[in-house]
């Protein structure tokens, strides 16, 4: 009978697809998946050091998994991800049950480590950073030929580099992902093709900062190049996919030739996720962001003038350290401008390897929960107008399945990101696009009719 593996992921999409291309590497392998946390052999941990609060939930539910090893020594425990990356073998001090540890640059490793765990047992520490992309590139050859998690899924996502070289002050990810590597155009064209030959409608291209893709380690693109939007263009001709997205592209990165490219490409979503984390210069420049509240504003302009449509989500740190009041109602004022259709707003929290921590954590836990809600307020209030003004259109979604909350129901999403429930037809499959009429919505959802 063949071993079973668990995978626990924290943290981003990106360590999202981490798991899955190591599921796929293991099931290559002729190991078994299981989402029975209990029935497996092998158990692993895909960590997050972004915030502090997601290394402590990790590091307590490893140490409540030492009873199952207690009761079975043969269970492999392993962790790998940034929380790997930056405290190595000290978390096999701390969690003395563990088997292995791997980090960011070395996942590669991990279908060997275990066999090596499973023919004798010792403990294994590999979390030394690769210069090299071939790490990359083997990580992503496993997932093109995987059956892994959901077969019938027509979105996939696409990593396209590994690393940041920006260190804005409060970020660990420079520190446990290592410098900016960017995979070999060609070998993700060739991976979408697959993905599309496999019946995925919808690719998501991921990256800390997609937009400095293929720059070779710049900060921003010189004059009006820009290798991401090159790319764009070649993922548009592939014949049978219908639509692309990408997480996240640093604002700095965001040139005319990537705006142009975006309003252009008929697969590129209307839908852009652009970090602001602060409207306040005196905050971004203590960030180390590299543009201030203009640049960021001109960038949505450009966007909302050569694409109608559009529409935006966000990243904002409440609570930096040293954000007054002042600074907050500049954050509030640019969030209101723009009309974020959904934002990701953090409580500022200090994050031990950052240079911010030098800065202490000066803003009153009260306050940042005020503006918190200030934002959450803001928000709800933005996209129940959006949602209202859709009322009475015709928009155009990608079938995605059945609704979760009515099985009589599917769903899908516009271009937009709009997420639309209707009531199919017979003859509607999952992957169609469908025109549907809005006759109803609610502050998070439209409700259509099917028009064809
Ligand atoms: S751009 Fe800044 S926030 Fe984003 S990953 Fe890089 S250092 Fe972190």
């Excluded at 563990?98 to 996942?107: M, N």
Aim: with cysteine; proline share 3%; net charge neutral.
């Amino acid at each position: 009978m063949n071993l079973k593996f668990y995978i626990k992921t924290y943290g981003c999409q990106m360590n999202e697809r981490d798991s899955e291309s190591i599921a796929s590497a293991l099931i290559d392998a002729g190991f078994e998946m299981t989402l029975i946390e209990i029935e497996a052999d092998i158990l692993l941990f895909n960590t997050c050091s972004v915030r502090e609060q997601a290394e402590r939930k990790a590091v307590g539910k490893i140490g409540i998994v030492k009873k199952l090893k207690r009761k079975r020594p043969e269970l492999i425990i392993g962790v790998f991800g940034c929380m790997a990356q930056s405290r190595k073998d000290e978390l096999l001090i701390e969690l003395p049950h563990l088997d292995f540890v791997v980090g960011t640059d070395k996942l590669y490793t991990i279908v060997d480590i275990v066999k090596e765990e499973i023919a004798g047992r010792r403990k294994i520490v590999m979390a030394d950073v690769d210069s090299s992309v071939a790490s990359l590139e083997t990580m992503n050859g496993h997932i093109i030929n995987s059956d892994v998690s959901n077969k019938d899924s027509i979105i996939a996502s696409i990593s396209l580099m590994r690393g940041c070289n920006r260190f804005c002050t409060y970020c660990i990810v420079p520190y446990v992902r290592g410098r900016e590597k960017s995979r070999e155009p060609s070998s993700i064209l060739n991976e979408a093709e697959q993905l599309v030959a496999r019946g995925i409608k919808e690719i998501m291209l991921l990256g800390q900062n997609v937009g400095a893709f293929g720059l070779d380690g710049r900060l921003r693109p010189d004059g009006d190049e820009s290798p991401f939007a090159d790319l764009l263009e070649e993922l548009n001709k592939i014949e049978g996919l219908e639509r692309i997205r990408f997480i996240s592209p640093h604002p700095a990165c965001f040139n005319d030739k990537l705006i142009q490219a975006v309003a252009a490409l008929s697969k590129v979503c209307n839908n852009i996720h652009l970090p602001l984390q602060s409207g306040s210069n005196r905050i971004l420049k203590a960030m180390h962001r590299g543009y201030t509240a203009e640049e960021y504003l001109s960038i949505v302009e450009r966007l909302k003038a050569l694409a109608p449509g559009v529409t935006f989500s966000t990243d904002i740190i409440v609570g930096f350290p040293g954000e007054t009041d002042e600074d907050f109602n500049a954050t509030r004022k640019v969030f209101n401008i723009v009309g974020f259709d959904n934002a990701f707003i953090f409580k500022y929290s200090p994050r031990r390897g950052t240079e911010a921590v030098e800065l202490g954590d000066t803003v009153p836990i009260e306050d940042k929960e005020k503006r918190n809600h200030a934002l959450l307020r803001d928000l709800k209030q933005i996209t129940s107008g959006h949602n209202h003004a859709m009322l009475n259109k015709k928009v155009k979604i990608l079938v995605e399945g059945v609704s979760k909350r009515n099985k009589n129901r599917w769903f899908g999403r516009t271009t937009s990101n709009n997420t639309v429930v209707f009531t199919p037809s017979p003859s509607i499959l999952v992957g169609d696009v469908v025109e549907l009429f809005i006759e109803n919505t609610t502050s998070a959802t439209l409700f259509g009719r099917l028009l064809n």
